[in-house]
C-alpha cells in the first residue's frame, strides 16, 4: 500500500477504504518567533512562550511554542492534505504527548498511521477509527505525538440501497 | 481543604501544596461565531467550523468550534487562575476527549482536580503532577476533558540547603 503525499486532499477516503498500517505524511509548515508569541498571548499567555528572555530562566531555556500551538498546527497539516478523510477529520479523543517543544524556524511535518478501524454496531454509516501521528521537526524531533479516535463516514453498503 | 477561585493567581502553589482530591474554579470565557471562524481559519479549516449553513449539513448540525479551540481556552482559563502553579503549567501530555462541541455564545469555566502527585526520584527540585480537567458550558454540559501530566516545581527541602 502506497503512502499518501499531500495531494491526497484530492482522494478523499471513507472507513471502507482504509487500512491498518496505512500511512500518510503532510506537508510542512514553518513555525517562527511571531507566530508562537501571537498564540501564546491569545491562548497561553506565560513567560516561555511569549519573550525569549524570560524564556532563557525557565525549564525551556529559551522561546518555546505552547503544545496547544503545537497540536493546532498539527490539525492543520493534516486538514490539508496530511489525512485525506471524507466528511474530515472529526475526534472524539485520544492521548497525547509533547516530548519536545517547538522552536521558532522548526519546520514541522505530521506523519500519521491507521492502528485500528471499527465500524459501528448501530450506525451503519459510520464507524470510529484510530489514528497515531507524530509531528517532527526538521531535525527529526518528535514534537507532537497524538493517538486520536476519529469519526469516519462509511460507503453506503450495497444491501442497504 | 477550600477550593481556590480565580483569584488563586495570587497565591501559586508548588507541588509540597498540593493535595490529591483537591480542586480549582477557573473563571470564564464567552466563545462567539467571530473567535470559532477566525481559529479554524487559521488551524482547523473545515465548513462546520467556519460557516454555519455548511455546519447544518454535518453531523455537527450548526457551527462547533474546532476541539483545539476549546482546548487552548481551557489552557487560557486554567493560565489566568485557573490551576495556580509556581512555574506556570507545564506539560508533558495526557488524554482527552471532546464530549460535546463548544458553541457560539457558550460561557466556558474548567474545573480541575488534583489527582496523582509524583515526586520526582532524581531530580529533588520537581516532579509530576496529574491534574483532571472538565471544561463545561454554561448547561453544565462537557465540552473537553483532560487528564494532563504536568511537570511541578517543589520547594527547597530543608535537608537540601
Known amino acids: 500500500m502506497a503512502d499518501t503525499g499531500r495531494d491526497g486532499a484530492d482522494k478523499r477516503l ?6 491498518v498500517g496505512q500511512r500518510f505524511m503532510s506537508g510542512t509548515h514553518t513555525i517562527d518567533e511571531a507566530q508562537i508569541v501571537a498564540f501564546a498571548q491569545q491562548f497561553d499567555p506565560q513567560p516561555f512562550h511569549l519573550d525569549d528572555a524570560a524564556a532563557r530562566g525557565t525549564m525551556f531555556g529559551g522561546l518555546a ?10 490539525m492543520r497539516l493534516q486538514v490539508e492534505g496530511g489525512l485525506p478523510l471524507v466528511g474530515g477529520i472529526v475526534g472524539a479523543g485520544g492521548e497525547f504527548a509533547w516530548p519536545n517543544p517547538a522552536r521558532p524556524g522548526d519546520i514541522l511535518r505530521v506523519e500519521s498511521e491507521i492502528v485500528e478501524i471499527k ?27 497524538l493517538t486520536a479516535r476519529l469519526v469516519v463516514p462509511r460507503r453506503a453498503a450495497a444491501g442497504d440501497i
Chains 1, 2 share one sequence.
Do not use: C
Not at 471513507?14 to 487500512?19: H, R, V, W
Not at 511554542?65 to 498539527?74: E, K, L, V
Not at 448501530?122 to 514534537?143: H, I, L
Open 14 to 19: 471513507y472507513l471502507d477504504d482504509l487500512q
Open 65 to 74: 511554542a505552547s503544545g496547544w500551538h503545537t497540536a493546532a498546527i498539527t
Open 119 to 145: 465500524p459501528s454496531r448501530s450506525r451503519p454509516d459510520r464507524g470510529m477509527v484510530t489514528v497515531k501521528s507524530d509531528t517532527r521537526n526538521q531535525r527529526d524531533e518528535s514534537v507532537f505525538t
